[in-house]
């Protein structure tokens, strides 16, 4: 067949002189290197598989909601957001809502053995159903709107304590000093924290300074430290479920035991937790914005500060590839002449020097009686 016929064959011929070639040179171990087709195909293969196991977890990922990074809910209605499943979600994908909500509303008799499935562990006995009811009247007692409101008013109304603690992982045993702890490469002094190592205050008289104190001490773990939520929240909590819901209707003991079970099971893992974030998280804000108002005062009485009085003053803002900064300013504050020098650099010395000199000498008048 002639090169003529075949409309390739001059680059077929061309490609295969190419890999023919006895002087291309081959790798120190003496074996031709692999085609990069082999690898491309590799990376293929891994990324479809990647794509598959993404699109299998889709599901799971439906359902959650996203919380911003380094920052904790704070707020007691955003109780609902959460990363995963919450335990009443999984209790209501197993059927567990529609005797949860009869028991809460006592609209009929519910017989929680009718819904054990012995093929599936989550609801294999009666007491994993009434984990899983319970669960479910927990979560809507923490999401309630008139629940909420009574929390913010009993927020206002009682005083909770915060103590602090030496950390146990740094606590040491007393025949030792005190010795500095390496943190991220910098020492740290733990005395500076002596006087949190055993103490307590109300939220609401300890210091903006305090605050920050005890952050500081708790991020480098060297203190511990813990909102006590008085009883009389949870006395309160439970004594307004139980008039809203345990008053429904006819009575009934094991109903009862029920609802208690699921008011204290919402207090104290939904509740009560959230509240104590929502306490620290105050005390973050209220002491970072002192700090900040603190910084801003001492900073405007630097900015407004006159010059040397009666002194003319030439200012020199140091700087490497922007320059330094001049400004030349008269006895009363006045602005007179401003420029950029290059101090760092070889060439042009001369010139800076010169303009720096003319600078003087463009108002010598105000000078020539302090130099």
Same mark, same amino acid.
């Given at each position: 067949?002639?090169?003529? *016929?075949?409309?390739?064959?001059?680059?077929?011929?061309?490609?295969?002189?190419?890999?023919?070639?006895? =002087?291309?040179?081959?790798?120190?171990?003496?074996?031709?290197?692999?085609?990069?087709?082999?690898?491309?195909?590799?990376?293929?293969?891994?990324?479809?598989?990647?794509?598959?196991?993404? #699109?299998?977890? *889709?599901?799971?990922?439906?359902?959650? $909601?996203?919380?911003?990074?380094?920052?904790?809910? $704070?707020?007691?209605?955003?109780?609902?957001?959460?990363?995963?499943?919450?335990?009443?979600?999984?209790?209501?994908?197993?059927?567990?809502?529609?005797?949860?909500?009869? !028991?809460?509303?006592? $609209?009929?008799?519910?017989?929680?053995? *009718?819904?054990?499935?012995?093929?599936?562990?989550?609801?294999?006995?009666?007491?994993?159903?009434?984990?899983?009811?319970?669960?479910?009247?927990?979560?809507?007692?923490?999401?309630?709107?008139?629940?909420?409101? +009574?929390?913010?008013?009993?927020?206002?109304?009682?005083?909770?304590?915060?103590?602090?603690?030496?950390?146990?992982? %740094?606590?040491?045993?007393?025949?030792?000093?005190?010795?500095? %702890?390496?943190?991220?490469?910098?020492?740290?002094?733990?005395?500076?924290?002596?006087?949190?190592?055993?103490?307590?205050?109300?939220?609401?008289?300890?210091?903006?300074?305090?605050?920050?104190?005890?952050?500081?001490?708790? #991020?480098? %773990?060297?203190?511990?430290?813990? !909102?006590?939520?008085? *009883?009389?929240?949870?006395?309160?909590? +439970?004594?307004?479920?139980?008039?809203?819901?345990?008053? %429904?209707? #006819?009575?009934?003991?094991?109903?009862?035991?029920?609802?208690?079970?699921?008011?204290?099971?919402?207090?104290?893992?939904?509740?009560?937790?959230? !509240? !104590?974030?929502?306490?620290?998280?105050?005390?973050?804000?209220?002491?970072?914005?002192?700090?900040?108002?603190?910084?801003?005062?001492?900073?405007?009485?630097?900015?407004?500060?006159?010059?040397?009085?009666? =002194?003319?003053?030439?200012?020199?803002?140091?700087?490497?590839?922007?320059?330094?900064?001049?400004?030349?300013?008269?006895?009363?504050?006045?602005?007179?002449?401003?420029?950029?020098?290059?101090?760092?650099?070889?060439?042009?010395?001369?010139?800076?020097?010169?303009?720096?000199? $003319?600078?003087?000498?463009?108002?010598?008048?105000?000078?020539?009686? +302090?130099?």
């Amino acid at each position: 067949m002639n090169n003529n *016929d075949d409309p390739g064959g001059s680059k077929n011929m061309k490609k295969r002189k190419i890999k023919e070639d006895p =002087k291309r040179t081959l790798p120190r171990n003496g074996k031709p290197k692999k085609e990069k087709n082999v690898t491309v195909k590799r990376v293929i293969k891994k990324t479809v598989k990647k794509e598959v196991i993404n #699109n299998e977890n *889709d599901d799971e990922f439906q359902n959650t $909601t996203k919380v911003s990074d380094g920052k904790k809910q $704070t707020n007691i209605e955003n109780i609902s957001n959460s990363r995963k499943k919450n335990t009443a979600e999984r209790a209501k994908e197993l059927g567990l809502e529609e005797p949860a909500m009869a !028991i809460l509303n006592n $609209t009929n008799n519910v017989n929680l053995a *009718d819904y054990i499935v012995a093929d599936k562990k989550e609801i294999a006995k009666i007491e994993d159903v009434e984990k899983g009811v319970i669960h479910i009247m927990a979560y809507i007692f923490a999401t309630d709107t008139d629940v909420l409101s +009574h929390l913010r008013q009993l927020r206002s109304e009682v005083n909770f304590i915060l103590e602090t603690k030496k950390s146990a992982s %740094k606590s040491e045993s007393k025949a030792k000093p005190a010795v500095k %702890k390496e943190t991220k490469g910098k020492p740290i002094d733990e005395s500076k924290f002596e006087n949190y190592f055993d103490y307590k205050i109300p939220v609401k008289y300890v210091k903006p300074h305090q605050i920050l104190a005890i952050n500081r001490g708790e #991020n480098n %773990k060297i203190l511990s430290v813990k !909102i006590v939520v008085p *009883d009389f929240v949870f006395n309160k909590f +439970h004594q307004f479920c139980s008039n809203k819901w345990i008053k %429904k209707g #006819n009575w009934d003991v094991n109903r009862k035991r029920i609802i208690d079970d699921a008011i204290k099971d919402s207090y104290n893992r939904l509740v009560q937790p959230l !509240i !104590i974030r929502e306490i620290r998280s105050e005390l973050k804000s209220k002491a970072e914005k002192a700090s900040c108002d603190v910084f801003s005062t001492n900073l405007k009485q630097l900015l407004l500060t006159a010059p040397l009085k009666g =002194k003319p003053i030439l200012a020199i803002d140091p700087g490497y590839s922007n320059g330094c900064k001049l400004a030349l300013v008269s006895q009363t504050g006045s602005l007179l002449s401003y420029n950029v020098i290059y101090l760092l650099k070889t060439k042009g010395q001369m010139e800076y020097a010169e303009l720096l000199k $003319t600078m003087l000498d463009e108002h010598k008048y105000g000078f020539e009686k +302090h130099f």
